[in-house]
T-cell receptor, first 114, second 111 residues
Framework: KAGVTQTPRYLIKTRGQQVTLSCSPI?????VSWYQQTPGQGLQFLFE???????NKGNFPGRFSGRQFSNSRSEMNVSTLELGDSALYLC?????????????FGEGSRLTVL | SQKIEQNSEALNIQEGKTATLTCNYT??????LQWYRQDPGRGPVFLLL?????KEKRKERLKVTFDTTLKQSLFHITASQPADSATYLC??????????FGTGTRLTVIP
């Protein structure tokens, strides 16, 4: 079956703009989580959605937001972009909420903020 | 403060040898510990999960140990191959909610 699909794969924005990233989980998976990966900080948890509800949120400012739709697809939005938001944004899906099982990651959306 | 440290940023070994990667953590009490592999430009790929009440898990050439007293996990790849070259990430979860990742060890297997 198809894996986790993230779009767009690459994008360039300027400071102050906003961006929306999309994630389609593996068919049948209802949990979607988002992570930010940077060379300095590594992988950091942003938030998790299960059945359209945010279950858990990491330590990121309110500029980072997300949502999940009834078909389990998820979007994350970053408003008022800063240079430090340049990163690889990874989406992961799983059958159940939480991390007691395997997470399936997408290939990521690489955001560059100029 | 809470920290997850992976023994070295880079590790080179000869093909056929056993690679041993270390993950040490402080100020966490993980319920779960996972290992992932990440290739350049790709997302992480799950390898193994071990629970706090488990000492060891194996999968083919992979073995992970978990010592909650030492606050350490060891990840072994036996009979290593050049195709095993990648970055390996340790990740733990205190309550099963989300993962906290280490910074990774870049493994290079030399033919």
């Amino acid at each position: 079956k198809a894996g986790v699909t993230q779009t767009p794969r690459y994008l360039i924005k300027t400071r102050g703009q906003q961006v929306t990233l999309s994630c389609s989980p593996i068919s049948g998976h209802r949990s979607v989580s988002w992570y930010q990966q940077t060379p300095g900080q590594g992988l950091q948890f942003l938030f998790e959605y299960f059945s359209e509800t945010q279950r858990n949120k990491g330590n990121f400012p309110g500029r980072f937001s997300g949502r999940q739709f009834s078909n389990s697809r998820s979007e994350m939005n970053v408003s008022t972009l800063e240079l430090g938001d340049s990163a690889l944004y990874l989406c992961a899906s799983s059958s159940f909420p939480g991390v007691s099982g395997e997470l399936f990651f997408g290939e990521g959306s690489r955001l560059t903020v100029l | 403060s809470q920290k997850i440290e992976q023994n070295s940023e880079a590790l080179n070994i000869q093909e056929g040898k056993t690679a041993t990667l270390t993950c040490n953590y402080t100020n966490y009490s993980p319920a779960y510990l996972q290992w992932y592999r990440q290739d350049p430009g790709r997302g992480p790929v799950f390898l193994l999960l071990i629970r706090e009440n488990e000492k060891e898990k194996r999968k083919e050439r992979l073995k992970v140990t978990f010592d909650t007293t030492l606050k350490q996990s060891l990840f072994h790849i036996t009979a290593s191959q050049p195709a095993d070259s990648a970055t390996y990430l340790c990740a733990l979860s205190p309550r099963g909610d989300n993962l906290f990742f280490g910074t990774g060890t870049r493994l290079t297997v030399i033919p």
